[in-house]
């Protein structure tokens, strides 16, 4: 369930979920330890521990902290599929670690990858030219958008409200299983399925791009929820009407 949070003039409060995320499992040495028996304590290899945490050997000291995991950040056009793909693990793998019951992911979520096997120090010099390109196709896109170039898809004028997931009565889950709470920086926006499909991308005018991921018993028709995390902001947005475009 989750809260609405509309102007202060309308009082309306409907039921809320919110998304999932998680950060990385860290781990603190104690007196003996060594990476072997930690990475085999923690279902992973020395190799994957060395490259986590950028060590420059294998000595580690009692009270240090190591990260057992990668967490990837969900962006822009990522899905289950590829995501699985760039570190060589399951979809299946993904929603197990990460509790994660539909296909939907949301951007913003953070993803806990475990037992990585592709070789990092080979892809490092192909992933960096692709961050930086990536990087560079986002910071261009921004400018596009800002000089009246709007993003492709299906337009709609609709009615908006926020809500979020620190409240008295607020689960904190969405619809779709993403818990808000672990993943505060995810964009997701509740919809009526019947109008705009759970899972589609949006992108929401003063907003930016969104998962439908989210729906609430007064959200019916043309009518969107945007998730903002924190309450006075949520407020902040009150009630305006905005065009979104469902992307194709």
Not at 214 to 239: C, N, Q
Request: aromatic share 4%.
């Amino acid at each position: 369930m989750r809260k609405l949070v509309a102007a202060l003039a309308t009082g309306i409060i409907i039921a809320t979920t919110a998304v999932t995320t998680v950060s990385a499992e860290e781990y603190e040495v104690q007196s003996g330890d060594n990476l072997w028996n930690i990475a085999e304590e923690n279902n992973t290899t020395v190799d994957e521990l060395i490259d986590i945490n950028e060590l420059k050997d294998t000595v580690i000291h009692p009270k240090e902290v190591l990260l057992l995991n990668e967490v990837h950040k969900v962006k822009r056009g990522d899905s289950l599929i590829s995501v699985a793909n760039q570190y060589n693990v399951t979809v299946d793998e993904l929603k197990k670690w990460n509790n994660i019951e539909s296909d939907i992911i949301i951007i913003g979520q953070e993803l806990e990858i475990k037992s990585v096997t592709t070789d990092k120090e080979e892809n490092n010099e192909e992933s960096s030219s692709e961050e930086k390109a990536e990087t560079k196709n986002e910071n261009k896109e921004v400018k596009t958008t800002s000089s009246n170039e709007e993003p492709e898809g299906k337009k709609m004028t609709v009615k908006s409200t926020a809500y979020t997931a620190s409240c008295d009565g607020c689960s904190g889950v969405t619809y779709t299983g993403v818990d808000l709470n672990k993943n505060p920086d995810a964009k997701v926006i509740a919809v009526d399925p019947k109008v705009i499909p759970l899972g589609s991308e949006v992108y929401v005018e003063g907003y930016g791009y969104a998962t439908a991921a989210d729906i609430g018993s007064a959200i019916k028709g043309k009518r969107i929820d945007v998730f903002i995390p924190e309450l006075s902001d949520a407020k902040d947005w009150g009630t305006r009407d905005l065009e979104i475009t469902i992307l194709d």
